[in-house]
């Protein structure tokens, strides 16, 4: 060192010109590593803007409906008094519809004026006859969904220049919808059914909470079997197991366990909770314990990360006043370790509320209508409803399908939120 010194000394340069120089430099390369760096935040959180932006662009317009209003006569030729459930309801819209428009006579016509109301419209009139048996006989104007081509073409999603030449509509339709539309017969309301049913074949009639109920189930197992199980595993292999060949085993299959791919866990679920022991398919319970073999991994990792990180002397002081050692963990481990070992859970919970392909070998793809009502109801999830939704042709369930998306989201975030809570609710501090 002092020979290179002295040979720039020699040349005429001094030392402390070559260090502000060499500073200049590296601060250069501070400011420009401070600039990637957020740079690389900024085009973060514009993509992530941007998924966002479209994913409410395409699904909020799912919130909203565009019914008819149609003058319905509660035929009682066509409504038996003593058994209203089997009455012909769909032919008490079509003739509400023929009375509208009396002038539609041919048979192509009447099918083309059928299609503008949805095949709900039937089933929204039953349900209200076995509501009130009184309505037999009277005549009551009523607000019907429209079909989905229908509420595309009010909504803008369709052109009806292009849609008419493609087929879609005929001229004729659009002439009907216009004479609607000038009788202040046609609105968008919004829609409760998105949040209210279950799936649907017709986009007008399919809803998530179905779906939201499946997933609620699902993970209310998923986290009474991980939790408890993830802890107890964590606190047994870091306070009371010892240090051997096979704790060392134990601990290299949980560290592989949560590297493995999701499915490995359905085809596990498959043969063993559906062939083997026999449980219903497509069930929340089997969902659950699936997701419990996917989930606690995470959670026995995380559980004994916040274990170590808990002081040595909060353990020393605690057996030194006399504490036992299940005195010492229950106490004053565990409570310190909580924090932790919830950041564990809110990761494994959220991973599981987004899985697909476990819940897919144990059948929860299925179509499922029915709202379920317990554990062991056929049921499906809301990613599982997002993927069937998005493979749907009809242009109306993809809004849906962003609709379903957004609702996942906030289903999470409140997921999270409470996690979050508990998390800063026993958090202690030393």
Avoid: C
């Avoid at 803008?156 to 879609?168: E, I, M, P, T």
């Avoid at 709202?371 to 409803?385: E, K, N, R, S, Y």
């Avoid at 989201?409 to 609710?425: C, H, I």
């Amino acid at each position: 060192m002092n020979s290179q010194l002295s040979k720039i000394s020699d040349e005429g340069v001094k030392p402390i010109d070559i260090v502000k120089k060499n500073l200049a430099r590296r601060r250069r390369a501070e400011r420009r590593f401070r600039r990637m760096g957020l740079g690389a935040i900024l085009a973060s959180l514009l993509f992530l803007a941007f998924l966002f932006l479209s994913i409410i662009g395409n699904g909020y317009s799912a919130l909203f409906q565009t019914d008819i209003k149609i003058d319905v006569f509660f035929d009682p030729g066509k409504i038996a008094k003593n058994d209203p459930s089997n009455g012909d309801y769909p032919g008490i819209v079509k003739a509400s519809l023929q009375k509208m428009f009396p002038d539609v006579t041919g048979r192509r016509e009447k099918r083309q004026l059928y299609k503008l109301i949805s095949s709900g419209a039937a089933f929204q009139i039953r349900k209200m006859v076995l509501n009130d048996a009184s309505l037999i006989g009277e005549q009551r104007s009523i607000w019907v969904p429209a079909d989905d081509d229908v509420d595309m073409l009010m909504k803008g999603h369709l052109s009806r220049q292009d849609d008419a030449q493609s087929g879609r509509f005929d001229p004729q339709q659009l002439q009907w919808l216009d004479r609607l539309e000038a009788e202040k017969r046609v609105k968008k309301k919004f829609n409760t059914t998105f949040f209210t049913a279950g799936d649907s074949r017709e986009p007008e009639l399919a809803g998530v909470w179905g779906a939201v109920a499946g997933s609620f189930f699902t993970l209310l197992v998923t986290l009474l079997l991980s939790f408890p199980i993830g802890v107890a595993s964590a606190v047994y292999l870091e306070e009371f197991a010892p240090k051997n060949r096979w704790t060392d085993l134990i601990e290299v299959n949980i560290n592989n366990l949560a590297a493995v791919p999701s499915i490995v866990f359905g085809l596990l679920g498959l043969a063993v909770f559906l062939n083997f022991f026999g449980l219903p398919r497509s069930a929340p319970l089997v969902g659950g314990l699936v997701l419990t073999l996917m989930t606690l991994p995470t959670i026995i990792i995380a559980g004994r990360a916040a274990i170590q990180a808990v002081p040595p002397s909060i353990r020393d002081a605690a057996l030194g006043v006399g504490a036992s050692k299940m005195q010492t963990i229950t106490h004053h481990v565990l409570p310190l370790a909580m924090p932790g070992m919830l950041t564990g859970a809110i990761i494994g919970m959220a991973r599981a509320l987004g899985e697909t392909a476990p819940l897919l070998m144990i059948g929860m793809v299925a179509f499922i209508v029915d709202i379920p009502g317990g554990f062991t109801d056929p049921a499906t999830v809301l990613p599982v409803q997002v993927f069937l939704w998005a493979d749907s042709p009809e242009r109306a369930f993809l809004e849906r399908t962003s609709a379903a998306t957004l609702v996942l989201l906030v289903f999470l975030f409140a997921m999270n939120g409470v996690a979050v809570y508990l998390r800063k609710r026993f958090e202690r501090r030393w």
